[in-house]
């Protein structure tokens, strides 16, 4: 069993700066594929970025390309978020999820997901 634990959210004014944080236990972190995704109110749950195990490859949505950077640190456990020049359309709740073998970036691929972090943009 993987437990996630996301921190960093918070109110931030548009073009400000945010840095999530997903603190994950149990299992092999240094091997999972690690992603993030966002729910707005009303809204589907939407991907946002992702990395595999070995930080080399990341993958991101359209609309966060080059603000955006998700990074991990296998020594703590942990994979970051760093949202730059934040829009109010960014604002939702974050969530960090796990797969445990690659396969996919689809919500339903996703073996474990954290309780969330909200981010608020003000404009």
């Known amino acids: 069993q993987v437990q996630l634990v996301e921190s960093g959210g918070g109110l931030v004014q548009a073009g400000g700066s945010l840095r999530l944080s997903c603190a994950a236990s149990?299992?092999?972190?240094?091997?999972?594929?690690m992603g993030w995704f966002r729910q707005a109110p009303g809204k589907e749950r939407e991907f946002v970025a992702a990395?595999?195990?070995?930080?080399?490859?990341?993958y991101y949505v359209n609309s966060v390309k080059g603000r955006f950077t998700i990074s991990r640190d296998n020594g703590k456990n942990t994979v970051y978020l760093q949202m730059n020049n934040l829009k109010p359309e960014d604002t939702a709740v974050y969530h960090c999820?796990?797969?445990?073998?690659?396969?996919?970036?689809?919500?339903?691929?996703?073996?474990?997901w954290g309780q969330g972090t909200q981010v608020t943009v003000s404009s």
């Open positions: 990395i595999h195990w070995n930080g080399d490859t990341t």
């Open positions: 149990g299992g092999t972190f240094s091997s999972y594929y």
């Open positions: 999820a796990v797969q445990t073998y690659y396969r996919g970036n689809s919500y339903r691929a996703y073996d474990y």
